[in-house]
């Protein structure tokens, strides 16, 4: 048996979404922080803008954490060896 190159490759995608996936997750945070608590501006437009900013952190959370479930699928979907060539 040899180790399979593929299911080698999709562990190093696995380890360097990983390593970024809680950035992702988290970076429009301080933006809406900042647009919840008024401190960027105000009124109706600053309110819309608000509402569709949270609505796009929602949906960048949700697209990171599928990411992150399919390369995990993928790579509980690959053997970790293969037969060898005779």
């Given at each position: 048996?040899?180790?399979?190159?593929?299911?080698?490759d999709?562990?190093?995608?696995?380890?360097?979404?990983?390593?970024?996936?809680?950035?992702?997750?988290?970076?429009?945070?301080?933006?809406?922080?900042?647009?919840?608590?008024g401190?960027?501006?105000?009124?109706?437009?600053?309110?819309?803008?608000?509402?569709?900013?949270?609505?796009?952190?929602?949906?960048?959370?949700?697209?990171?954490?599928?990411?992150?479930?399919?390369?995990?699928?993928?790579?509980?979907?690959?053997?970790?060896?293969?037969?060898?060539?005779?």
């Amino acid at each position: 048996m040899t180790e399979n190159p593929r299911r080698r490759d999709l562990e190093q995608l696995q380890q360097r979404v990983s390593n970024r996936i809680d950035d992702l997750k988290e970076a429009l945070d301080g933006p809406r922080t900042i647009m919840e608590d008024g401190d960027a501006w105000t009124g109706s437009r600053a309110d819309i803008f608000g509402e569709d900013l949270g609505y796009r952190r929602t949906d960048l959370q949700g697209a990171a954490t599928t990411l992150s479930d399919d390369i995990d699928s993928a790579v509980q979907a690959e053997p970790e060896t293969l037969p060898e060539d005779e």
